[in-house]
């Protein structure tokens, strides 16, 4: 597909049709194609960036963005962090264990299954408009790995909920918006409520020759989805039942009681006041400790 032939397409019944799928089925880490905002030292940050259309280089039918699920929480027995294979559409142990501790309708066992939930995450391409704390990525493509709060803020303007309103779609080039992501240190978590988006305008003035520019820029989706990156059915049950603590052969560590490190899924890519990790690598570097 060329630059022309997306100008003249809707994309909207594609969009729409996908947010209705989400949510029946991570993999970012330390990646020079992530651009991750900084914050000052009270935790606060203000940046401008524009989400892009369907990479190029993914194809016709391509999404704009991608939607990954991973798991990190501590057992009697270790970590368990691992990307959840419902990123694919495939079974996940760790699911499948929550969903026996919801239904079993005890509430110790509900709150076992809250700790252990699966977290939620997006990746898609953007252009930075503005980013004060480092100018040098204005101007440039980047993958930007986010949270639920954000994706909302985007399927709010695809699907908007009041008839005054009026829908537009954030990734599109000519019709879209910049968005102002604008975040706080709320209670020791990165808070993203205050961001939003502009009014509509094209996307570099409109010029079809920047746009296509960074549009064949901007990387491939697909491979956050490649299925070699996610392990199979009977080694993911294997891990998870040491970390549980089950079979014969296991040796408790000194914590003897499930437990998690609780992490908000509108935290999008840390939750480390450092900003450098994102939310898997966090959860390596503490069981490496």
């Known amino acids: 597909m060329n630059l022309s032939s997306l100008k003249k397409k809707s994309s909207f019944d594609k969009l729409t049709k996908a947010i209705e799928n989400l949510g029946s089925g991570g993999k970012p880490g330390a990646d020079d194609r992530l651009w991750v905002p900084e914050v000052d030292k009270a935790g606060n940050g203000y940046a401008v960036i524009r989400f892009l259309d ?63 939930k699966r977290k939620l995450n997006y990746v898609a391409n953007i252009l930075v408009i503005k980013d004060a704390a480092n100018p040098s990525n204005e101007g440039k493509v980047f993958l930007f790995k986010f949270g639920k709060k954000i994706f909302d803020k985007i399927k709010e303007k695809i699907e908007p909920q009041f008839e005054d309103e009026k829908a537009i779609n954030p990734f599109n080039f000519w019709e879209g918006a ?17 961001s939003e988006f502009d009014s509509p305008s094209p996307l570099l003035d409109g010029d079809d020759d920047d746009i296509e520019k960074v549009w064949k820029s901007s ?24 970390v549980l603590g089950v079979g014969s052969d296991f040796k408790p560590r000194s914590k003897t009681v499930e437990e998690t490190l609780e992490v908000e899924e509108d935290v999008p890519f840390t939750v480390d006041s450092s900003g450098d990790d994102d939310t898997l690598s966090y959860f390596n570097k503490l069981a490496s400790e």
């Open 54 to 116: 369907s990479p190029h280089v993914d194809g016709e039918d391509a999404m704009p963005w991608v939607q990954l699920f991973n798991h990190g929480f501590q057992g009697p027995g270790g970590w368990y962090i691992e990307n959840c294979p419902t990123s694919i559409g495939q079974k996940c142990p760790a699911c499948e264990k929550n969903t026996e501790h919801w239904n079993s309708g005890e509430e110790s066992r509900k709150d076992v299954a809250r700790k252990q």
């Open 178 to 194: 910049n968005f102002k992501l604008k975040i706080r240190n709320v209670e020791g978590y990165r808070n993203y409520d205050k």
């Open 219 to 242: 990387y491939s989706l697909k491979g956050f989805l490649n299925p070699s990156d996610f392990k199979g059915y009977e080694e993911l049950k294997t891990k998870l039942n040491k």
